[in-house]
């Protein structure tokens, strides 16, 4: 699986209901804050991780997750 976004769910945990209101706070370019807030499976690249733990006095680790492969044998 690899390296996983929860935006959403920590965003819904702050009190940010939507992509929309994710958008305006963060500042961050529409298209990247829908785009993350939509699909676990996008992560953000240093710069934006920087700017999301500034504006939601966060650390990477309140909404990224590393989820290591199962094989299933």
């Known amino acids: 699986m690899g390296l996983m976004n929860r935006i959403q769910e ?5 009190g940010i209901p939507s ?4 958008w305006q706070i963060t500042g ?8 993350l807030w939509r699909d676990r499976d996008i992560y953000p ?6 700017v999301i733990c500034k504006k939601l006095k966060a650390q990477p680790g309140d909404f ?3 989820m290591e492969d199962i094989d299933e044998a």
Request: net charge positive; aromatic share 16%.
């Open 10 to 14: 920590f965003g819904k945990e702050k």
């Open 19 to 22: 992509a929309n209101k994710f």
């Open 45 to 50: 690249d240093r710069t934006t991780v920087e």
């Open 64 to 66: 990224l997750i590393y």
């Open 28 to 35: 961050l370019p529409r298209a990247t804050a829908f785009r």
